[in-house]
Nanobody, 126 residues
Framework: EVQLVESGGGSVQPGGSLRLSCTVS????????LAWFRQAPGKEREGVAV????????NYADSAKGRFTVSQDNTKNTLYLQMNSLKPDDTAMYYC???????????????????WGQGTQVTVSS
């Protein structure tokens, strides 16, 4: 069974930074897609970034480009989302997701992912 555990959320002022972590266990392969999503109250879940663990592929939502960076620590099976220059619009619950359904589709479609973490809250306010 695939399990994902997020951590690192918190409250920060505009312009600040946070690093979210996602620890993955139980995945049958050492290479897989791992995506970060977020959901603000009253809004749909939206993709933030995706990476191919074990490879070089990275992609980001327009709202994240230039500010957010995904990375991995293979020794700890942990993936990171480094978020800089945070804005109040970044306030949301952040989730990591993996275990992509077979077939084609956009990386930021939450319906493509079968395994999700419990989420970690990020609040950006002054």
């Amino acid at each position: 069974e695939v399990q994902l555990v997020e951590s690192g959320g918190g409250s920060v002022q505009p312009g600040g930074s946070l690093r979210l972590s996602c620890t993955v266990s139980g995945f049958p392969s050492s290479t897989y897609y791992l995506a970060w999503f977020r959901q603000a109250p009253g809004k749909e879940r939206e993709g933030v970034a995706v990476m191919y663990v074990g490879g070089d592929y990275r992609n980001y939502a327009d709202s994240a480009k230039g500010r957010f960076t995904v990375s991995q620590d293979n020794t700890k099976n942990t993936l990171y989302l480094q978020m800089n220059s945070l804005k109040p619009d970044d306030t949301a619950m952040y989730y990591c997701a993996t275990d992509v359904r077979p077939g084609l589709g956009p990386w930021d479609d939450p319906g493509r992912y079968m395994s999700w973490g419990q989420g970690t809250q990020v609040t950006v306010s002054s």
